[in-house]
């Protein structure tokens, strides 16, 4: 590879004459397209290859580096599996041995006698005889030669098809003296202050580390690095947000007292508290940008609704995007149920389905997309609920003051202004977690925006009973199930997809579907034959809008006994008389996820169970969610077991993938957005520092705004 200096890290890497377009192709299912990602696509473990013996010390089972010179070379191929074996004979000066490649007979062209080599594995044996079977391997050509694959740490990187970890670190060594001059960008004082290795150095040492400790503090400086851009990025966004201006909608006692004691039960002390905070963010002329972190149950829906019963009587609009179609409509028939009585105009708007609740005539009817139009446009309409249908081009609102968001949206600033077209005033912004996220995230991934915690289950609400059904306790488990069923209740039934997928063949969301579906209707034939007297439906993303909703109505007037989905039941679907949750595979789930799904059931008070069928009783996260119905206490899990990269949701929270930065390390959290909001206090605009601020203008462009 020409290493130019003149090249940038924002250089495609089609402009590199060495990597093919076949190549370009398989790099880009790694999200590799630019040099600076090639070298930011850092290693996910490292193979000790540095124990460099020499032959007569070798062990049975050890893992070794061997340096010699090849004395013989053989290629044969097996008779009845046809496979090709390559040897070669391994000579220094205290004696000899061989090293066996599989289906590699290409390697009998490559390797010469005479050569001397490098091979780094694990030493097996056969008979008397001891050998390295497929070891890594590196022809050593001169004196003091850099080697890459083998005698020393080596870095093991996320592949895909067509592109190797060795074909990763052919390239990156050949781009040591282009990383030797990437420039810094870090102000010093940070740099000396909290102990970071410099920039080009860390580069260095996280793909060829001459250390164990020398990777850790490559790790802490690239770690926080991004999580530094996070808090650069979350501190300038809430001082920008503090010079806008949004309508201050006046707190009415009297309208929010009437509401809350005309329902048939009473608010927790923690729904109790997190209205007061939005009801008083909303009194205020700067833009609220609040957070709703709430656990599964505890009523996040019903907090939002007293925000919106505030803005609504001030005759300025709501807008509600939901996550889903199916959850829309669902949100729609609530606030229809609990506003029916006021004088707003609720309206529905999703790719599917536009209807109108007309406060005049208290009548909903269907509408179109330019009927939508006009009456959200007019004002006749006070709430609208919808999903992304409501940030396309020509949405236009009246008077919007008020955003409410799911977070399984990636809602950003671009969202908000989508949302504030042709508004004299920015709405403020309510933000809904879909499942409980631990504080060291809250403050990762939000800095210090303004929290409601909802951690307060309803009066009423029993403990769901959850237990690990191994195959032997199946038939038990069906005779419970088959009885709850006669006695009137209702069951879920989860499956995963039937085939793992690897990252490399999702080339489309219509694939996922597809495999989605298969896993339903395999579910649904077994289920048929262990309950022919039930009425059993099944629910997956490939199935139409309109589909999933009669499904679901179906199933909330009690006319499915047992529902077999995907994960499309995860979120926010409330069906009364559910009660049981049968879950297949359920390892295959992460915590977050299993918690959700738990959040179906036993939503009326009634006794509930989570059956989890697996053939393993020793998960973790299994064993977790047995132990407790307490969300935090298992989002903290989930991010101990598969770490922040994997936590549900991470992905979607709209910054670049985090590819070293730990946000479960409070510490390097907190140090990087110390160090961030002293540097703009300083110097606001990164006058005095322009490769810092070329490099945060790089960050931003990359965050998601979809």
Not at 555 to 560: E, L
Request: glycine share 6%; net charge positive.
């Amino acid at each position: 590879m020409t290493t130019n200096l003149s090249f940038s890290l924002n250089t495609p890497l089609s402009e590199l004459k060495r990597i093919t377009p076949a190549y370009i192709k398989n790099l880009k299912k790694l999200k590799i397209k630019t040099l600076g990602d090639l070298i930011y696509h850092f290693p996910n473990r490292y193979e000790d290859f540095s124990k460099i013996l020499p032959i007569k010390d070798v062990f049975v089972g050890e893992v070794v580096t061997i340096q010699g010179k090849i004395t013989d070379i053989n290629l044969t191929r097996t008779w009845k599996r046809k496979i090709y074996i390559t040897e070669i004979e391994i000579k220094d000066e205290t004696g000899s041995i061989s090293a066996i490649w599989y289906n590699q007979p290409y390697l009998a062209q490559t390797f010469k006698p005479g050569l001397t080599i490098s091979l780094s594995g694990k030493t097996s044996k056969e008979g008397k005889r001891v050998y390295l079977q497929n070891p890594s391997y590196e022809l050593v050509r001169k004196e003091n030669q850099f080697l890459a694959h083998t005698a020393r740490l080596v870095a093991i990187y996320p592949e895909t098809k067509g592109v190797t970890s060795r074909w990763l670190r052919f390239q990156l060594k050949q781009l040591l003296p282009f990383i030797k001059e990437i420039p810094e960008f870090l102000p010093q004082n940070i740099i000396r202050k909290n102990g970071l290795m410099p920039l080009a150095l860390a580069l260095n040492e996280i793909h060829f580390p001459n250390s164990r400790e020398k990777i850790e503090h490559a790790k802490k400086r690239l770690g926080f690095d991004e999580i530094f851009f996070i808090q650069l990025f979350l501190a300038t966004q809430r001082a920008n947000l503090k010079k806008e201006t949004s309508p201050a909608i006046s707190f009415n006692q009297k309208i929010v007292k009437k509401f809350v004691d005309s329902l048939p039960f009473k608010l927790t002390q923690a729904q109790r508290k997190a209205a007061w905070e939005i009801l008083q963010d909303l009194e205020k002329s700067h833009p609220m940008n609040r957070l709703l972190n709430g656990d599964v149950g505890t009523g996040k829906t019903l907090v939002a609704s007293i925000a919106s019963l505030q803005v609504a009587e001030k005759n300025h609009q709501v807008a509600f995007m939901a996550p889903t179609e199916v959850l829309a409509w669902q949100h729609f028939n609530t606030f229809y149920s609990l506003f029916q009585e006021n004088n707003f105009g609720i309206v529905l708007a999703t790719g599917s389905q536009n209807k109108f609740f007309n406060p005049t005539t208290k009548e909903i009817k269907e509408v179109t997309k330019k009927q939508i139009k006009e009456i959200v446009g007019n004002g006749r309409a006070q709430i609208i609920i919808g999903t992304h249908a409501l940030i396309q081009e020509d949405s236009v609102f009246k008077n919007l003051a008020l955003a409410i968001i799911d977070e399984q949206h990636r809602f950003g600033v671009a969202q908000r202004a989508k949302l504030a077209s042709g508004q004299k005033l920015t709405p403020h912004l309510l933000t809904m977690t879909a499942t409980p996220i631990p504080r060291t995230l809250t403050l990762a991934i939000y800095g210090d925006l303004d929290i409601s915690i909802l951690n307060e289950m309803p009066r009423g609400l029993r403990t769901v009973n959850t237990k690990i059904i191994l195959p032997q306790q199946a038939n038990q488990i069906y005779r419970f199930v088959a009885e709850q069923i006669i006695k009137g209740q209702q069951v879920f039934v989860v499956c995963p997809r039937i085939e793992e997928v690897k990252e490399e063949k999702i080339e489309s969301e219509a694939i996922i579907k597809k495999l989605d579906m298969k896993a339903v209707d395999t579910e649904f034939e077994k289920l048929k034959k262990i309950f022919p007297k039930f009425n059993i439906a099944k629910l997956h993303g490939k199935m139409k809008s309109q589909e999933k909703t009669e499904v679901l109505e179906k199933m909330q007037r009690g006319k499915i006994d047992i529902l077999v989905a995907t994960s499309v039941i995860e979120v926010g679907i409330d069906v009364p008389k559910a009660s049981i949750l049968w879950i297949e595979n359920a390892e295959r789930f992460g915590l977050a996820q299993l918690h959700q799904f738990r959040g179906r059931i036993g939503r009326k008070g009634q006794q509930a169970w989570c059956f989890l069928f697996s053939n393993k009783d020793s998960s973790e996260r299994l064993k977790a969610m047995v132990a407790t119905n307490d969300g935090f206490k298992l989002a903290k899990k989930d991010l101990e077991i598969r770490g922040p990269g994997e936590f549900y949701g991470v992905q979607q929270w709209g910054f670049p993938d985090l590819t070293i930065g730990s946000l479960a390390d409070y510490e390097t959290v907190k140090l990087a957005r110390d160090e961030a909001l002293n540097l703009l206090k300083e110097d606001s605009e990164l006058k005095k520092y322009p490769a810092l601020k070329a490099k945060f203008s790089d960050f931003t462009k990359k965050i998601h705004l979809e």
